[in-house]
């Protein structure tokens, strides 16, 4: 029996930071506020204000301060917590930057996510949300699971949230870090970040091929957003994982959403690296070339401003030095490496062979000139070109083996109405980048040497550090293993793969980088099951087997649980009801083409339910920028009983 209201009675409050339980005469009609008062001026003159009342056996704060004990319904046996609304948790963003930063635990999952995305300078971010660790990584891996249980990470307070402004910064990356250690945004640290060599692999990699059964499990692991952080288990130092949850991504705009963007690029490269999102493998060419060009033109010096150009100074020392060294056949070095972007014509000597079924001359050495399109042939001593070669249309080939350090290519060309084979041989890697680029310029119609070309050598110098598969470590992540996914790996060699993203790379629009990664996203988004979140459920009625769902922003799909082949699809628009049956967790729905009932094995159906109320609610959106996002609708939608 609850005391009576005019008696006072005892109530035992634990604090947790001094690992002291301590005792206060407290009445039923106290308010919260009068207890939590009363429990601070006891403990001392510590500042407590972060700190509120807990109640760990309903798992709920006690944060209305004028609700009194009776109300929410405490008594004399009841042991409360007084407690830190704000602590530190291991959060990866989308990128798989650990951040170290304080969360309001108090506040719902929803708000949480606000926080971190206004911390961070993410727009929109009723679009993201918080899910728990994968745990299927770590189970059976002993450093993956020391790292998973780990608790003494260095931690930096968080100084406030910031707004993005240097949005110029982060269009080269869109995590940075300062030299302790420190995740910066907009100039300020915002929290300390576990560097991605103190983590293993597995989970910044996350390199696994899921099947049905664990894109389920996977997206099992989501918070409910209607409750605390806290009253779901999570405690100080835990680590969860921010992530794009609603593919619907409204007004991306590259002038306010840089950081936005580039977080949402990250994700979508490892759904198609750790193959969460199928695609075939001309498109995963395709897609490893658009990474590519990101980080091709990431690692480009920004241009310069019209006012800031150099007048004539040393700059033209260094280009005469670059020429010079052109000729010559040699690599430039130093500052001359750094800008070496030739306008000169390519020529110099190569030994050249003509292939055929029955050929079997060896390679001679020739001097090559290209002018625009075409390759002209001298002899030695020649002052007049012996032959023309247009390389316009023609199939241009690396035959590298850079183990061997053999570099060649292998070039099909029409000489006159014949269609020929010819190979040229080079002595370094450096003379098969400047030719390979020109050849590649060549073939597309550009006029070898000039404007481009520097950006063409860049791209032949990264495709073969590739091939070398990864004779220098801290160039890993020019990797092929990095740009396609592991089935792919298995298939096909490193040179294969390297040859294949190059040539679909020359046929891509060149953008600047946050642009390039919205092509990125564009074509994410083209793919057949894009933004697909499933669940293993079980129809009422039906043959009593598993069946695969799929929920997207915009209908619900039954799938083959082997070939992902969309068997059946009610669209959110043709959809006349939807409730759920929380004593039995069973969801009906009415949709004109008939109504039915399932249940769900791998997730909460409480999950479910939030995703479909949550992509509804996204629906409803509007591009203003300035209208607030209508926190209570999105409640009444996805809340369930809680809403």
Wanted: aromatic letters at 10%.
């Amino acid at each position: 029996m609850p005391p009576k209201s005019n008696r006072d009675w005892e109530l035992s409050v634990f604090t947790p930071s001094i690992g002291a339980t301590k005792t206060f005469l407290v009445k039923s009609d106290m308010s919260i506020g009068e207890v939590t008062m009363k429990v601070a001026s006891t403990l001392g003159p510590q500042d407590w204000s972060d700190y509120a009342l807990w109640w760990p056996e309903r798992l709920m704060w006690l944060n209305r301060p004028r609700l009194t004990l009776s109300a929410e319904g405490i008594q004399s046996d009841h042991k409360l917590h007084f407690t830190k609304m704000n602590k530190i948790l291991r959060v990866q963003l989308p990128d798989r930057t650990i951040v170290n930063m304080p969360i309001n635990m108090a506040v719902k999952c929803f708000q949480a996510v606000e926080q971190v995305c206004k911390t961070v300078g993410i727009r929109r971010f009723e679009e993201l949300s918080f899910m728990r660790c994968n745990n299927r990584l770590v189970e059976g891996n002993q450093a993956l699971a020391h790292f998973s249980s780990r608790k003494n990470v260095h931690i930096n307070a968080l100084l406030e949230p910031l707004m993005v402004r240097d949005t110029h910064s982060l269009e080269q990356t869109s995590t940075l870090i300062n030299a302790e250690g420190e995740y910066v945004v907009g100039g300020a640290s915002i929290g300390s970040i576990v560097r991605s060599t103190d983590v293993p692999d597995g989970i910044l990699l996350d390199r696994w091929s899921p099947n049905s059964l664990d894109k389920a499990y996977l997206h099992g692991l989501w918070f409910d957003s209607s409750r605390s952080l806290f009253s779901q288990g999570v405690e100080e130092n835990d680590f969860i994982q921010l992530r794009f949850k609603y593919y619907t991504f409204l007004d991306l705009d590259p002038v306010l959403d840089s950081v936005r963007i580039s977080q949402l690029y990250e994700q979508a490269r490892w759904s198609i690296l750790t193959e969460d999102v199928d695609c075939t493998e001309e498109e995963a060419y395709t897609f490893a070339a658009l990474q590519f060009q990101v980080q091709l033109v990431a690692n480009l010096p920004p241009p310069a401003a019209e006012e800031e150009k150099p007048a004539v100074d040393d700059s033209d020392l260094d280009q005469a030095l670059t020429n010079l060294q052109f000729s010559l056949g040699t690599q430039p070095q130093g500052a001359a490496a750094a800008a070496s972007e030739p306008t000169q014509k390519i020529e110099g000597e190569l030994k050249f062979q003509r292939l055929g079924k029955l050929t079997l001359k060896s390679a001679k050495s020739y001097r090559f000139m290209f002018q625009d399109c075409t390759l002209l042939q001298y002899k030695k001593g020649g002052a007049t070109p012996a032959n023309r070669l247009n390389i316009r249309g023609a199939e241009v080939m690396p035959d590298v083996d850079v183990e061997k350090e053999k570099y060649a290519l292998r070039v099909s060309l029409m000489d006159g109405d014949d269609e020929i084979d010819v190979k040229f041989n080079f002595e370094s890697a450096y003379e098969y980048c400047k030719w390979l680029a020109a050849f590649r310029m060549a073939s597309r119609g550009k006029s070898a040497g000039t404007t481009g070309h520097g950006e063409e050598f860049k791209a032949c110098q990264m495709f073969l550090e590739m091939q070398r598969g990864g004779k220098h470590p801290k160039e890993s992540s020019s990797l092929v293993g990095h740009f396609v996914p592991h089935r792919i790996l298995k298939k096909k060699s490193i040179n294969k793969i390297a040859i294949q993203v190059l040539n679909v790379h020359g046929t891509l629009d060149k953008h600047p980088v946050l642009e390039s990664k919205l092509d990125y996203i564009k074509a994410w988004e083209g793919l057949q099951d894009f933004g697909l979140s499933y669940f293993i459920i079980k129809f009422a009625g039906w043959k009593s087997k598993d069946e695969l769902l799929g929920v997207a922003y915009n209908r619900l799909v039954r799938l083959d649980p082997q070939t992902h082949s969309h068997l059946q699809t009610w669209r959110y628009s043709t959809m006349r009801t939807w409730d759920i049956n929380w004593e039995i967790r069973e969801m009906s729905v009415d949709h004109e083409d008939g109504a039915f009932s399932f249940t769900c094995s791998s997730a909460d159906l409480k999950i479910l339910h939030e995703f479909i109320g949550g992509y509804i609610f996204m629906s409803m959106r509007k591009k203003d920028v300035h209208e607030p996002v209508n926190t209570e609708s999105f409640y009444r939608l996805t809340g369930g009983w809680e809403g």
